[in-house]
């Protein structure tokens, strides 16, 4: 192996491992200045629920076409999906003919504080835009929770090993 085949290999083990890691499926959407938009993320996750204001962490690929609006617009809703929205998260993560704002057509969903829609699913968490980190591929952003909405029915979606996978209660 070249010191160039390298980092290719273990770029190529590290995407088969995370692929083990099973991950709550989450749309980030956004709206304002900039336009309504979505994509679908499987790397958020809660950073404190003290101080100021709980923050949630997310990662957005650089080349995702929300990922302009989502910086431009200062806020973003995280919509934790339940096992009945896999289109929805389908629709999100580019798999379809929707595009930008097309990709709500038919979905009911709401506004909270920020104007970012919260979609009705299993978890809706409204945040402002606190702090924005590019690594790598992605852009690493927390955001300050400015109000949340939870549903007492359903389970998460889960995406691992490459495909949707359901919760049972053990």
Same mark, same amino acid.
């Given at each position: 192996?070249?010191?160039?085949?390298?980092?290719?290999?273990?770029?190529?083990?590290?995407?088969?491992?995370?692929?083990? /890691?099973?991950?709550?499926?989450?749309?980030?959407?956004?709206?304002?200045?900039?336009?309504?938009?979505?994509?679908?993320?499987?790397?958020?996750?809660?950073?404190? /629920?003290?101080?100021?204001?709980?923050?949630? !962490?997310?990662?957005?690929?650089?080349?995702?076409?929300?990922?302009?609006?989502? !910086?431009?617009?200062?806020?973003?809703?995280?919509?934790?999906?339940?096992?009945?929205?896999?289109?929805?998260?389908?629709?999100?993560?580019?798999?379809?003919?929707?595009?930008?704002?097309?990709?709500?057509?038919? !979905?009911?969903?709401?506004?909270?504080?920020?104007?970012?829609?919260?979609?009705?699913?299993?978890?809706?968490?409204?945040?402002?835009?606190?702090?924005?980190?590019?690594?790598?591929?992605?852009?690493?952003?927390?955001? /300050?929770?400015? /109000?949340?909405?939870?549903?007492?029915?359903?389970?998460?979606?889960?995406?691992?090993?490459?495909?949707? !996978?359901?919760?049972?209660?053990?």
């Amino acid at each position: 192996m070249t010191q160039s085949d390298a980092p290719r290999a273990l770029r190529d083990e590290f995407v088969h491992a995370m692929s083990r /890691a099973a991950a709550t499926v989450s749309v980030v959407t956004t709206d304002g200045p900039a336009g309504r938009a979505g994509v679908t993320v499987s790397a958020m996750t809660s950073v404190s /629920a003290d101080g100021d204001a709980p923050t949630i !962490l997310i990662c957005v690929n650089r080349t995702a076409s929300a990922a302009p609006a989502i !910086l431009e617009n200062k806020c973003f809703a995280v919509n934790v999906l339940h096992t009945g929205q896999q289109a929805i998260a389908d629709v999100f993560a580019g798999r379809g003919d929707a595009t930008g704002a097309d990709r709500f057509t038919g !979905l009911a969903f709401d506004t909270l504080k920020t104007g970012a829609p919260v979609l009705d699913g299993l978890a809706g968490f409204d945040c402002e835009i606190q702090a924005v980190d590019p690594i790598g591929t992605h852009y690493v952003i927390i955001g /300050a929770v400015r /109000a949340v909405r939870a549903s007492e029915e359903g389970s998460p979606l889960i995406y691992g090993m490459r495909s949707y !996978l359901r919760t049972e209660k053990a």
